[in-house]
Each structure stands twice: as structure tokens, then as C-alpha cells.
């Protein structure tokens, strides 16, 4: 799967969201009903994995795992233990759990993000609160020419 784009989405009151329909198309077409969120490991955004992403995800963490390591313990647990399943319902819409929604400062409106095996769900004002999820043109453009070619 390659999701791909920028979509706004509006939220219900009951927290659903309509799934994106190029997005909903590619996970139709793999079969994949079953979704995973989770806060992002490093941006204040949500990471939606389809299931079997998630699960390539996990088993690349526990095949590093030492279980005799407690802190090796508590970074897996923390890691799973806040991923929550999610299922398209038969209108395609997904129903978001609050408490995620509060921690990265989604209220009504946000901003689905194609991040190829997964997909990154960002509150809109994100960038007016002083984080910068997206570059500038000219910072992407200098950042990429320097990337390749060094």
C-alpha cells in the first residue's frame, strides 16, 4: 500500500471520520478492515497502520527485544499498550478515540496525511502553535538537493 496526499477531514460529534477515499480504496483492496492507532513516536500527531503494517511494526520492535532488559519492557509496553484497533465501519468512517484525539490537540477538523505504509492524522493549527510538521517549498527543495547529493 502507498498512501499517498493531504486530506481535511471534519469530525462528528461522536469523534468519526470519514476515511479519505483514495485511502479507503487501498485498504479495501487489501482486505484490510482492522486498523491501528497510535500517538506518534516522535511528532505530536496520530499514526493510523493497517493491521498488518502494525504487525511487521511490532515484530521488528520484539525481534530487538531483550526481556531481560526492564526498561526494554517498559518502552515495548508503553509501545502497545497505548496503540488502540480501530475497524472501518461499513460507511468508511473510522471512530477515533478521545483520549488520542485530546493528546496530540484534535477537536473538529483535521488533517489526514499519506505517509506511504501509513497514515499521520494532524491537527490543523498544528503549524500556528509553532510546530512545523511540513516544510516550506524552498526548505524542502534545499533539504532534498542537499540529501541527494551527498
Do not use: H
Not at 497510535?38 to 496520530?46: M, P, Q, S
Not at 530487538?64 to 460507511?91: C, H, I, P, T, W
Request: charged residues 25%; proline residues 4%.
Amino acid at each position: 500500500m502507498s498512501f499517498i496526499g493531504q486530506f481535511p477531514v471534519r469530525l462528528d460529534a461522536k469523534n468519526r471520520a470519514f476515511m479519505p477515499a483514495g485511502f479507503r480504496r487501498l485498504l479495501q483492496q487489501a482486505g484490510e478492515q482492522t486498523l491501528v492507532v497510535r500517538k506518534d513516536y516522535f511528532e505530536n500527531c496520530l499514526v493510523i497502520y493497517p493491521a498488518s503494517q502494525w504487525q511487521q511494526e511490532i515484530a521488528g520492535v520484539r525481534a530487538r527485544l531483550n526481556r531481560f532488559d526492564g526498561n526494554q519492557q517498559m518502552v515495548y509496553r508503553k509501545l502497545v499498550s497505548e496503540a488502540q484497533e480501530l475497524q472501518l465501519d461499513s460507511n468508511g468512517r473510522v471512530l477515533l478515540p478521545k483520549a488520542l484525539l485530546d493528546k496530540v490537540g484534535i477537536k473538529q477538523d483535521a488533517l489526514f496525511v499519506g505517509m506511504e505504509q501509513t497514515i499521520e492524522i494532524w491537527a490543523p493549527d498544528a503549524a500556528a502553535a509553532g510546530e512545523q510538521p511540513f516544510m516550506t517549498d524552498s526548505e524542502f527543495a534545499d533539504s532534498l538537493k542537499k540529501f541527494m547529493t551527498e
